[in-house]
C-alpha cells in the first residue's frame, strides 16, 4: 500500500471541499477501496472519511416513504425495526450480506457509489425504483447506475441517502459465492402500485438491468407458476469460472421463482 493523507471529514461541505485536495478518493466502509488500495489496484494521494458524519447516518420511515442515509451500514440496515416492518425484503437482504465484519463496517452509499457489478444494493434500487440523492441532485436508481463499476455521479458530488415507496410486496433472492458471498445471480422483485420491477445482479455483461421477459410474465398474475416456461436469454450475460451465460440465464429464472415465493408467503 502507498502512503496517503488522511482526513476526516466533519460534515458533508467538508467532505466535498476535501475531495479537491491531490487525488483524492471517498472513504465510507472500505470494503473495495482498502483492498484495493493493498493490492496496489488503488493508490488515492488522499482518503476522505466519511463514517463520521451523523448527518449521513440513519432510517427514516414515514408511512410508505423510506429514506436510509448514505453512511447506514448494512447490519443496520438489516436490524432496523422501522425497516423491517416496512420494508422486510431489504433488511433481509442486507442481513446476507459478506459476514459480520463486512455488514458492520460496509455502507449502502459505499456499495451502490462503487456499484459493483456482483452487489446486493442495486438490484434493489433499481427493482425498488428508489431515488438516489447528492449534495447536487436526485437521480433515479434508472439512470445512476450506468455500467460495470460506474456510475452518473460527478466530480465532488457524494451520496447523501437513497428514498423510495415502500412496495407492496418484495423480495430478493441470489445464488451466491460460497467464498465472497457475491452473488453469482441476485433476482430482486418488487410489486408496487406502480407495477411489477424485476432487477437482476451478477449476471449481465454491463451490470445490473431489468428483465422484461419476467416483469411482462408477472404484470397479471404475480405467483411463481407465472414464470413456467420464461426464458431469459443468454446474450449479453456473463460467462466465467463461476457460470456461463446460459447457466446464469436459467439461475435468473430460478432465483426470481423463489423470490417471488418468498414475497407472497
Same mark, same amino acid.
Given at each position: 500500500?502507498?502512503?496517503?493523507?488522511?482526513? =476526516?471529514?466533519?460534515?458533508?461541505?467538508?467532505?466535498?471541499?476535501?475531495?479537491?485536495?491531490?487525488?483524492?478518493?471517498?472513504?465510507?466502509?472500505?470494503?473495495?477501496?482498502?483492498?484495493?488500495?493493498?493490492?496496489?489496484?488503488?493508490?488515492?494521494?488522499?482518503?476522505?472519511?466519511?463514517?463520521?458524519?451523523?448527518?449521513?447516518?440513519?432510517?427514516?420511515?414515514?408511512?410508505?416513504?423510506?429514506?436510509?442515509?448514505?453512511?447506514?451500514?448494512?447490519?443496520?440496515?438489516?436490524?432496523?425495526?422501522?425497516?423491517?416492518?416496512?420494508?422486510?425484503?431489504?433488511?433481509?437482504?442486507?442481513?446476507?450480506?459478506?459476514?459480520?465484519?463486512?455488514?458492520?463496517?460496509?455502507?449502502?452509499?459505499?456499495?451502490?457509489?462503487?456499484?459493483?457489478?456482483?452487489?446486493?444494493?442495486?438490484?434493489?434500487?433499481?427493482?425498488?425504483?428508489?431515488?438516489?440523492?447528492?449534495?447536487? =441532485?436526485?437521480?433515479?436508481?434508472?439512470?445512476?447506475?450506468?455500467?460495470?463499476?460506474?456510475?452518473?455521479?460527478?466530480?465532488?458530488?457524494?451520496?447523501?441517502?437513497?428514498?423510495?415507496?415502500?412496495?407492496?410486496?418484495?423480495?430478493?433472492?441470489?445464488? =451466491?459465492?460460497?467464498?465472497?458471498?457475491?452473488?453469482?445471480?441476485?433476482?430482486?422483485?418488487?410489486?408496487?402500485?406502480?407495477?411489477?420491477?424485476?432487477?437482476?445482479?451478477?449476471?449481465?455483461?454491463?451490470?445490473?438491468?431489468?428483465?422484461?421477459?419476467?416483469?411482462?410474465?408477472?404484470?397479471?398474475?404475480?405467483?411463481?407458476?407465472?414464470? %413456467?416456461?420464461?426464458?431469459?436469454?443468454? %446474450?449479453?450475460?456473463?460467462?466465467?469460472?463461476?457460470?456461463?451465460?446460459?447457466?446464469?440465464?436459467?439461475?435468473?429464472?430460478?432465483?426470481?421463482?423463489?423470490?417471488?415465493?418468498?414475497? %407472497?408467503?
Amino acid at each position: 500500500m502507498y502512503s496517503f493523507n488522511y482526513h =476526516r471529514a466533519a460534515s458533508v461541505a467538508d467532505a466535498v471541499k476535501l475531495l479537491e485536495t491531490g487525488d483524492a478518493k471517498l472513504l465510507s466502509g472500505g470494503m473495495t477501496l482498502i483492498p484495493a488500495m493493498k493490492t496496489r489496484l488503488a493508490a488515492p494521494s488522499d482518503l476522505v472519511d466519511l463514517s463520521h458524519i451523523e448527518e449521513l447516518k440513519g432510517i427514516e420511515v414515514a408511512g410508505s416513504s423510506i429514506t436510509i442515509r448514505a453512511a447506514t451500514t448494512h447490519h443496520d440496515v438489516a436490524s432496523d425495526e422501522k425497516l423491517k416492518k416496512a420494508c422486510p425484503s431489504l433488511a433481509h437482504m442486507a442481513s446476507r450480506i459478506g459476514d459480520p465484519a463486512v455488514r458492520y463496517k460496509g455502507t449502502i452509499g459505499g456499495s451502490i457509489a462503487n456499484n459493483d457489478p456482483a452487489a446486493d444494493y442495486p438490484a434493489a434500487l433499481l427493482a425498488l425504483d428508489a431515488t438516489i440523492v447528492t449534495n447536487k =441532485r436526485e437521480i433515479a436508481a434508472e439512470a445512476f447506475f450506468t455500467g460495470l463499476f460506474e456510475t452518473a455521479l460527478e466530480d465532488g458530488e457524494v451520496v447523501t441517502a437513497v428514498t423510495f415507496t415502500a412496495p407492496t410486496k418484495a423480495a430478493y433472492e441470489k445464488f =451466491r459465492n460460497p467464498a465472497s458471498r457475491y452473488a453469482i445471480v441476485g433476482v430482486f422483485v418488487a410489486s408496487g402500485a406502480d407495477g411489477v420491477r424485476v432487477a437482476v445482479t451478477g449476471a449481465g455483461d454491463s451490470g445490473i438491468f431489468r428483465s422484461k421477459e419476467i416483469e411482462a410474465a408477472l404484470a397479471t398474475n404475480f405467483d411463481a407458476a407465472a414464470l %413456467n416456461g420464461v426464458k431469459v436469454p443468454a %446474450n449479453d450475460l456473463m460467462s466465467d469460472i463461476h457460470a456461463s451465460a446460459d447457466y446464469r440465464a436459467n439461475l435468473i429464472v430460478v432465483m426470481a421463482k423463489r423470490a417471488v415465493a418468498a414475497a %407472497n408467503a
